[in-house]
């Protein structure tokens, strides 16, 4: 009984840490936006700013369209500067409307399902061991028989499609797990409107032009395929991200992966938080980090800002090795997008709301 008192005493003290001060600096933030609202006030339609429906498919359309320029024009800077800016972030998004959100830190089982899927990944297994974390999360998961046994099937025939496939499996998981957040985004919530699909549509069409080449002509004008500043090429990239390193389809996957992964920022860091959000307008910026800490708590702000800043400081002495080194440390979160995919398809939204979402 003393030791289970102060375990809890401990995690008390723990959850009881403030959040980093950053009052401040958001004020500032929130200054700067005001400001941009009065002076972009005439030219804004006053449904963009009530209508959430409209403003995330504006939202969500715009930026998908500028990141798929970007990509087509210099896709080593995106997927170098992408990882290294907004990486930590939207690890905290995964984690914060994964986990936190929809409760499951309040349910063993389900982390330690997806808990030892992670593990298994990290042991080696790959995208295998990401299946079957998704597998035993089925297995837990608070839905009808029927439903479980189609999910379980599903990601069977995955786990013997990958085990086949060997590394080709991981490589695709690689580019799939970007389509996961837009495949989570789309489930997140009901909707009145069928506005939602038009980013969606325009993710698609950019992934298909992309592989039918329409970056060539702009990665030839920008000279996009080589920035020897990052320490990172094509050629290092097409090794690492596509199934065939060289040839015209070894750079179109490196410019879909840079695509993709933007698209993947954009869902989590915008679209996401959007939709999640009880309240139908925007939160200013302290409202949204106070919204933040409540939900996953000041002690891990505080790593991601250490963390953040470790890697900036990481980045000054070796861009491309910061951002692999990055990306080794984060490999979690796409297995933890598997599982809470598959958990999220089987309890329906409903399960999976906030009690102000659902209300």
């Keep these: ?23 401040a600096p958001l004020a500032g933030l929130d200054h700067l936006r005001r400001l941009g ?35 087509s024009s210099w896709p080593v800077v995106m997927l170098v500067l992408g990882p290294l800016v907004w990486g930590i972030p939207h690890v905290l998004a995964d984690v914060r409307y994964l986990v936190a959100r929809p409760g499951l830190h309040r349910r063993p089982l389900v982390l330690a399902a997806i808990g030892a899927g992670i593990l298994a990944a990290g042991l080696g297994f790959g995208v295998r061991g ?24 599903v990601v069977g025939a995955l786990f013997l499609l990958a085990r086949r496939a060997g590394w080709l499996a991981d490589l ?22 069928r506005l939602h699909l038009v980013p969606i549509a325009l993710f698609a069409a950019g992934t298909a032009a992309l592989l039918l080449g329409a970056a060539e002509p702009l990665l030839a004008w920008s000279g996009g395929a080589e920035a020897r500043w990052t320490g990172l ?27 993709a992964q933007a698209t993947h920022y954009i869902v989590w860091l915008r679209l996401m938080p959007e939709d999640d ?34 890697l900036i400081v990481w980045a000054f002495f070796g861009p491309g090795a910061a951002r692999d080194g990055y990306l080794r440390l984060a490999f979690f979160h796409g297995h933890l997008e598997l599982a809470a995919g598959a958990l999220l398809w089987a309890e329906g939204r409903r399960a999976w709301s906030p009690p102000e979402a659902a209300a």
């Design 233 to 259: 090429g094509m050629r290092y990239l097409s090794w690492t991200l596509s199934p065939m390193p060289t040839g015209p389809f070894a750079a179109r996957f490196v410019v879909l992966y840079a695509f």
């Design 277 to 310: 959000r009880p309240s139908k307008t925007p939160r200013s910026y302290r409202q949204s980090f106070r919204a933040l800490t409540g939900d996953i708590g000041g002690w891990i702000l505080w790593l991601s800002a250490i963390g953040a800043v470790a």
């Design 1 to 23: 009984m003393e030791g289970e008192g102060r375990f809890h005493k401990l995690v008390g003290s723990v959850a009881a840490i403030p959040a980093p001060p950053l009052d």
């Design 37 to 71: 609202l009065r002076l972009l006030g005439p030219f804004l339609s006053r449904s963009l700013l009530t209508d959430r429906e409209r403003r995330v498919a504006v939202l969500g359309s715009v930026l998908i369209v500028a990141a798929f320029f970007l990509a």
């Design 130 to 153: 990401g299946l079957v974390g998704a597998a035993l999360a089925l297995c837990v998961a608070r839905t009808s028989w029927s439903r479980r046994l189609i999910g379980l099937s």
């Design 172 to 193: 695709a998981f690689a580019h799939l797990h970007n389509l996961v957040a837009v495949v989570i985004w789309w489930a997140w919530r009901p909707r009145k409107t």
